[in-house]
């Protein structure tokens, strides 16, 4: 069993930038594939980004690319989201999840964080 619980989520002005963190706990994440997504009011869970065991092989959401960054620390046991440039439109709340492989599919990740609000003003 593996637990994630985010952090640092927050009110930001259009244009600036937010670290997210997400740090596992029981079982280790570090064999594992893990991943961002986020929604907003009203509508589905949007894929954000993902990054492999090793840390090789980020890669992100058409609308995130080239302003967020995914890391991880395995000795931390703890994945970070690098959010840059923010705008109103990124305003969600952001889950971190744990598979076995990287995938952009909600439904391929076992286990998930209760998320953190981050809201964009403009």
């Known amino acids: 069993q593996v637990q994630l619980e985010e952090s640092g989520g927050g009110l930001v002005q259009a244009g600036g930038s937010l670290t997210l963190s997400c740090a596992g706990s029981?079982?280790?994440?570090?064999?594992?594939?893990m991943a961002w997504f986020r929604q907003a009011p009203g509508k589905e869970r949007e894929f954000v980004a993902t990054?492999?065991?090793?840390?090789?092989?980020?890669y992100y959401g058409d609308s995130v690319k080239g302003r967020f960054t995914i890391s991880r620390d395995n000795a931390k046991s703890t994945v970070y989201l690098q959010m840059n440039s923010l705008k109103p439109e990124d305003t969600a709340v952001y889950y971190c999840?744990?598979?076995?492989?990287?995938?952009?599919?909600?439904?391929?990740?076992?286990?998930w964080g209760q998320g953190t609000q981050v809201t964009v003003s403009s």
């Open positions: 999840a744990s598979s076995w492989y990287n995938s952009r599919a909600a439904n391929d990740y076992d286990y």
């Open positions: 990054i492999s065991w090793s840390g090789a092989n980020p």
């Open positions: 029981g079982r280790t994440i570090m064999s594992y594939a």
